[in-house]
């Protein structure tokens, strides 16, 4: 009668499984090509950045890491875009302006509603604790655009002055 190997405590294997029988799966998983007897091979990783999901993870973080978070984010999309993981999108650009304003302090040009209200944000957090010198957030007053600095329906409301008052 063939010794019982007790292989299935603790590894969810029945117990009781005959030594002999062990020996011979592990003979023939030895003469399996190389390729079948390697653990599963992962799955490839869906990789993707939003800017959104970036600015909420920037608003939760102390000041004292923003900096340090964004230049690990820098690291990981310049990781990615060299292996061919991702492939630039507006998102991915968003998050590489921001680190850049950073490193330079100076706002890019372009930025829609949302990112300008989380580059004020973020900004005021920063130069509230002087991580960014107070200048940063004149460019803000200076650097706007001429649409936001005109009060909204200034032609109208010059036309309804003149029909208000015709000549």
């Known amino acids: 009668m063939a010794a019982r190997l007790n292989c299935g405590v603790g590894l969810g294997l029945p117990e009781g499984i005959p030594a002999t029988r062990v020996s011979n799966i592990r003979q023939e998983m030895k003469k399996l090509p190389s390729t ?13 950045y939003r800017f959104s999901a970036f600015a ?7 000041v004292s890491q923003i900096k340090t978070t964004a230049e690990d984010y820098h690291e990981c999309i310049a990781w990615d875009l060299s292996r061919g993981n991702v492939k630039s999108n507006r ?10 304003f950073l490193n330079s302090n100076r706002l ?3 930025l829609s509603r949302f990112e300008r209200r989380f580059y004020l944000r973020t900004m005021g957090r920063m130069v509230r604790h002087s991580f960014l010198p107070a200048m940063v957030l004149d460019q803000f007053k200076s650097g706007g655009s001429k ?9 109208s409301r010059h036309r309804q ?5 015709p000549p």
């Not at 909420?56 to 102390?62: E, F, Q, V, Y």
């Open 161 to 165: 002055g003149d029909l208000a008052n």
């Open 36 to 48: 079948i007897k390697d653990p599963a091979i992962p799955r490839a990783r869906i990789i993707s």
């Open 91 to 100: 998102n991915i650009e968003n998050i590489l302006a921001f680190w850049r």
């Open 147 to 155: 649409k936001s600095a005109q009060p909204k329906n200034s032609s």
């Open 108 to 110: 890019p040009p372009g």
């Open 56 to 62: 909420r993870a920037i608003d939760d973080l102390p």
